[in-house]
């Protein structure tokens, strides 16, 4: 498994995120090139123990996580994960999330949820002081109707936009569409949180709320600054 793009600030955060990874652990893992280069740095790590146990939140860090040796293990509620590690497309003052951007969302909250902490590796460039400066909202919603339940999402968030890929619909792992929705620069986003759960047709939203205990974002120049919900 290799990664042509090691940039200084990926390694200091994936190198953080390894340091919290101990022996006999059973981790979630997200999706991203952050968390690919950290089950980088673990496999090289772990190459004389026995394989790192693994629940993975996409097809592709799956596939990944097996060509590296892990053992993939299926979450089926006879356990909880010691740890999550994912990263973040934004992140606020905070610790508030906006992910999805790489469609796995759904999975992602659910491997979250079914750990005992969870750690957000990114970069410093992720970092906004509002959530929605520069990234949209993704929510996930199923095919069935998916143009009205548009229509019934635009009086949270006006503006929803169904994601493409070569030029059809973005389908996700789980067989639904994410429509990518601009957030008001006055957004609640806790409001926001449960309001757009009740939208029938609506999967899951990319708003990940109270749920990072730290996130270990790496700097240009190679440092690490660590953010915490309390600043």
């Known amino acids: 498994m290799t990664n042509d793009d090691h940039s200084p600030a990926r390694e200091a955060a994936a190198g953080a995120a390894v340091d919290l990874v101990e022996p006999g652990m059973t981790i ?8 690919w280069r950290v089950m980088e740095l673990l496999s090289e790590r772990d ?8 629940a993975v939140a996409s097809e592709r860090t799956d596939a990944r996580a097996r060509e590296a040796g892990m053992e993939v293990v299926a979450l089926d509620g006879s356990f909880a994960l010691d740890l999550a590690i994912d990263g973040a497309d934004e992140i606020d003052p905070r610790l508030r999330l906006i992910k999805g951007g790489g469609g796995a969302l759904l999975r992602e909250k659910i491997v979250i949820a079914a750990s005992r902490r969870f750690v957000v590796v990114a970069e410093t460039a992720k970092k906004v002081d509002r959530l ?9 919603v ?3 109707a998916w143009q009205d339940t548009a229509r019934r ?15 059809e619909p973005y389908v996700t792992d789980e067989g639904h569409l ?9 957004a609640d986003p806790e409001a926001l949180d449960s309001e757009i759960r009740r939208v029938p047709g609506v999967v899951e939203h990319g708003l990940f ?13 190679g440092g690490l600054e660590v953010l915490r919900p309390g600043g």
């Open 28 to 35: 979630g893992l997200g999706s991203g090139r952050a968390v």
């Open 47 to 54: 190459e004389d123990t026995p394989p790192l146990r693994v």
């Open 132 to 140: 929605g400066e520069g990234f949209r909202l993704p929510v996930e």
């Open 142 to 144: 199923v095919r069935f």
């Open 153 to 167: 999402l635009s009086a949270l968030l006006p503006g929803a936009a169904l994601r493409m890929s070569d030029s």
């Open 178 to 186: 994410i429509l990518d929705c601009p957030l008001a620069p006055d």
């Open 209 to 221: 709320i109270g749920m990072a205990e730290q996130a270990l974002l790496g700097t240009p120049e």
